[in-house]
């Protein structure tokens, strides 16, 4: 990565924060000061990567992206869900990340949040890693072949991608 900058997102149950803490110190270890690091405020994983960033004090290069969810359903109480999506768009399109980490141990390709993230990195060509569980070096990397292929079209045109992916082919 030319320019170090990797979006950590996950499950909201994460029970492993020290796979997240260890991920992120093989990353400062290899870019050093310049490594940029961008979270959601979700409890889970991204409250890990959120320690972490504190614990070393990395100030403006860590990408904080909260939703106010009791604002959100008070002001849009038919479609408050959409802020979740609305967000993993921002902070994908806003930050521009050259990596995507993943940490989630029943990951579901069809539905979730962070299956919405991991799609939308894989889709505008951020390399996406599937970390499952404990162990980092468990881990996986992610295609458009990893989901479902109407799922893959609907968040493809919500993205403005034009036309889909050529290279898709059911699993």
Avoid at 29 to 57: F, K, N, P
Wanted: with cysteine.
């Amino acid at each position: 990565m030319s320019d170090p900058r990797v979006l950590v997102c996950g499950s909201r149950r994460w029970p492993w924060p020290a796979t997240v803490h260890a991920v992120l110190n093989r990353l400062a270890t290899r870019y050093g000061e310049h490594l940029v690091v961008i979270e959601g405020a979700a409890s889970g994983a991204d409250r890990a990567a959120h320690q972490w960033c504190l614990d070393r004090s990395l100030g403006a290069r860590h990408r904080c992206h909260p939703v106010d969810w009791d604002a959100i359903r008070r002001s849009r109480p038919d479609d408050w869900r959409r802020a979740g999506p609305e967000r993993n768009t921002r902070m994908l399109l806003g930050e521009r990340p050259q990596l995507i980490v993943a940490f989630h141990n029943a990951f579901d390709p069809a539905r979730g949040g962070t299956s919405d993230m991991c799609l939308k990195g894989v889709l505008c060509a951020v390399p996406v890693w599937l970390v499952p569980g404990a162990d980092l070096r468990a881990g996986r990397w992610l295609s458009a072949k990893t989901f479902p292929r109407g799922r893959v079209g609907r968040v493809d045109r919500e993205l403005g991608n034009g036309p889909p992916l050529s290279d898709y082919s059911p699993q």
